[in-house]
């Protein structure tokens, strides 16, 4: 009497069957990283949005808030100085006066930040990812001759 075909429970696997299997566990693998990382990186791209518009009214009102807040020191300032500037007072007033000294401060700000831009932009980025593209790379090299013999 002839015997079928074993049961694919009873039969034993063979190196092909084996790496199908591995191959389609690995590209079901891959493609359920891949969702994965694609719905992350529509949820973080909402967050970033959201944090980029709420930093651009952050700056809105900053920046008009420090407006007022310039206009009402210059205004002060301004009558603090009334009459004490003798001739210069005459020909110019007292706000212009004020408010070129504003523009100094400000200016002073700008060459230091200026400068510590200049002095922040030598720092190595990334360095430990570097190193370790270093390390990867001597890796690979001390394998190629192991590989040549």
Request: hydrophobic share 45%; net charge neutral.
């Amino acid at each position: 009497m002839p015997q079928s075909d074993p049961s694919p429970a009873d039969r034993e696997f063979t190196i092909k069957d084996t790496l199908d299997y591995l191959t389609e566990s690995g590209s079901d693998y891959l493609r359920a990283k891949t969702e994965l990382a694609s719905i992350e990186a529509k949820e973080a791209a909402n967050e970033g949005v959201k944090r980029a518009i709420l930093g651009a009214l952050l700056v809105f009102v900053g920046l008009f808030t420090y407006i007022l807040l310039l206009a009402t020191l210059i205004g002060v300032c301004s009558e603090l100085l009334e009459g004490t500037l003798g001739n210069l007072e005459k020909f110019v007033g007292t706000w212009p006066i004020v408010t070129f000294g504003f523009f100094l401060v400000h200016l002073l700000f700008v060459f230091i930040f200026l400068d510590k831009l200049k002095t922040s932009s030598k720092k190595v980025l990334f360095p430990h990812t570097k190193a370790e593209i270093e390390k990867d790379k001597k890796w690979l090299q001390q394998i190629k001759p192991n590989k040549e013999n």
